[in-house]
């Protein structure tokens, strides 16, 4: 397939091909009878008559194909695409020049590259924008013009992503298509959007490319066809099918973390990972479920977010030391068990409790943050006395065990882990460790909150009090967010930023806070993260970029494959990072990666769609959105 024509009436689609064109009629593709042969371009007159361009010439099929006129290789060389303009006008894209059909004997006449006019004279393809203005794509951007003296350049500058274009398709409803060597671009409304890589097409390279009635786009491409288009969702709509593909993969013991693929694009068979994370990013979801029973009270809901907390519950518990949870757990029978790399890791250790099961140390604050979490928001929102016994027995081993190992972790070898420290020694004591002063403060008071309100004991309170008085970790907390923080640290800022300015009264305690929490979304406010938003929404009462945050729940593709992006050779990104690249554009990544990678993904795994379903479910449960 070299050419796509659509729609025509009586077809739905023209094709053009090495032996001729052919016409989709009925669902069955025929091929029509006198058409020219190496089709390298399909268009039509206003009127919707089909034009062809093939290498002996222009034609034109009214009642039948007819050649209009020839092409001459000296004059007008490598053809690319073609503009009828009536039934003896029509312009011709070349790789020498943009040429219209002149003269009262015909001829080819060129149209020359000037200061604002055409951009290069290398033009690729060209069509109709409306009945008075026409798209010419070149190697160096595209032009728009309503003839030989009004022309007006679209580049980088104006948000073009790709320069060099080899193909135009504009639709009936304003909807304009490009076609290039990486990929489709799509402009409508004067916002460009850039489709590339697996996610959207089988094939960078586009050979072909026509628009249809609806705005979407048929794409050609070496490696196959795709029909790229926009379907109408309601959030409600979008949540429920996200929560569906979660579900339908194997979640390992209810954890929830990525999958990994066994093919590229293949989520049939694949496995679920044992992540270094395997608690936070199932409290994640937890959390979700906990949100989305509160505001629905659908039994599965609360059923899912139980599930998953017994698999929260079940880390702590088959260490076998009371209150270290574990960062993963895994069954000796599990294909992961067999990983060379979980083998060779140092850190598994066979359980004391229940006999075929390895759990993983040196676990971080990162795990204790999802843990915390998990235990407030399923506690507060979805828990019935029986579950709330036992999430109140975890987290007060776990503080305990905090709290009586002065601030740190302390693993199966009696060594604190490497990340799991809170105390004032490191944290106000040690210059090492200054960079984690503001975060590791606002975690142990957001933890010890978490315990005061689920378990009760005194000794939370006093410890709670005794590090803001005498370690000053409240105002430790005002510049939690420091220009070197690294990604993965302002997640684990604002899921603790959360229980603790939702369960903090205190008006001067909370204007601390609340202090501490402005400056860091200040920080990450061009993020546009839904996450970031929400939270700083339902913590303050403040407003939160509600409509940043829908358009970025609405912009997450439905494929949670984490398909290899790039974007670093893009025509128009800002170098200052002022603002991340569309959803659309870029790999799927939990909160904890930056917004700001522009190539990245591998094919082969797929993100939890916690991502998507925590921020919807906290901004419904907490009234932002609707």
């Given amino acids: 397939m070299s050419a796509l024509y659509a729609p025509l009436a009586g077809a739905t689609a023209l094709a053009g091909a090495t032996n001729g064109v052919w016409a989709l009629i009925s669902g069955q593709w025929q091929r029509e009878e006198g058409g020219p042969a190496g089709v390298m371009a399909l268009a039509s007159e206003p009127n919707g008559i089909p034009w062809a361009l093939a290498p002996d010439g222009v034609w034109r099929r009214d009642t039948s194909w007819q050649r209009v006129h020839t092409i001459e290789d000296d004059v007008l060389a490598h053809p690319y695409g073609l503009l009828p303009q009536g039934s003896n006008e029509v312009l011709v894209a070349a790789e020498t020049g943009l040429f219209a059909l002149a003269g009262k004997r015909r001829y080819w006449l060129k149209l020359e590259v000037r200061p604002g006019g055409l951009l290069s004279s290398r033009a690729r393809a060209v069509a109709w924008l409306d009945a008075d203005h026409f798209l010419v794509a070149t190697d160096k951007g595209l032009n728009l013009s309503n003839g030989t003296r009004g022309w007006a350049p679209l580049t980088g500058a104006e948000g073009l992503p790709i320069l060099d274009l080899t193909h135009i398709a504009a639709a009936a409803d304003g909807t304009v298509w490009f076609g290039s060597e990486e990929g489709v671009i799509r402009w409508k409304s004067g916002r460009w959007t850039y489709l590339a890589g697996k996610r959207w097409l089988p094939d960078d390279r586009v050979t072909a490319l026509a628009p249809a009635l609806d705005g979407s786009a048929w794409a050609g491409t070496a490696k196959g066809l795709a029909h790229l288009y926009y379907r109408k969702l309601t959030l409600a709509d979008k949540a429920a099918l996200l929560q569906v593909d979660l579900e339908s993969r194997d979640r390992r013991h209810g954890y929830v973390t990525q999958m990994h693929l066994r093919a590229p694009g293949v989520v049939e068979g694949a496995l679920q990972e044992v992540s270094d994370n395997d608690g936070l990013w199932t409290g994640l979801y937890i959390a979700s479920q906990s949100y989305r029973y509160a505001v629905t009270k659908a039994p599965e809901a609360k059923a899912q977010a139980w599930r998953s907390m017994q698999a929260l519950l079940r880390l702590e518990s088959l260490t076998g030391i009371p209150g270290f949870p574990a960062r993963a757990v895994c069954r000796t029978n599990e294909p992961q068990f067999g990983s060379r790399s979980l083998r060779s890791d140092p850190e598994w250790h066979p359980s004391p409790i229940e006999p075929g099961w390895y759990w993983k140390g040196e676990t971080s604050s990162d795990e ?92 939370y309170e006093r410890a709670y009090q005794e590090l803001i008085r005498e370690h000053h970790y409240a105002l430790n907390t005002i510049p939690a967010k420091h220009p070197g923080g690294v990604s993965h640290d302002n997640q684990l800022l604002f899921l603790a930023y959360y229980p603790l300015l939702q369960l903090e009264k205190g008006p001067g305690l909370r204007a601390i806070y609340t202090e501490s929490l402005k400056r860091s979304w200040d920080a990450l406010r061009a993020d546009a993260s839904p996450l970031w938003n929400f939270i700083y929404g339902a913590c303050t009462g403040q407003p939160c970029d509600v409509e940043a945050a829908v358009e970025a729940l609405r912009e997450m593709p439905l494929d949670f494959i984490q398909w290899r992006m790039r974007n670093s050779h893009r025509a128009d990104l800002d170098p200052s990072h002022r603002r991340p690249l569309p959803w659309a554009e870029r790999v799927i990544h939990n909160w904890d990666a930056s917004p700001y990678h522009h190539d990245s993904g591998s094919d082969r795994s797929e993100a939890d769609q916690t991502v998507w379903l925590l921020p919807y479910w906290m901004g419904r449960f907490h009234g932002l959105i609707e």
């Fill in 368 to 459: 204790i943050d999802g843990h915390y979490l998990a235990w407030q928001v399923f506690y507060d929102l979805a828990a019935d006395e029986e579950q709330k016994r036992q999430v109140r027995a975890t987290c007060k081993r776990v503080t305990d065990h905090i709290l009586d190992h002065h601030y740190y972790l302390v693993d199966v070898d009696g060594q604190p882990t490497t990340w799991g420290f809170w105390g004032p020694d490191r944290l106000n004591d040690d210059p090492k460790y200054w960079e984690e002063r503001g975060l590791g403060s606002l975690e142990m008071l957001s933890h010890l909150k978490v315990a005061i309100h689920v378990v009760g004991e005194p000794r």
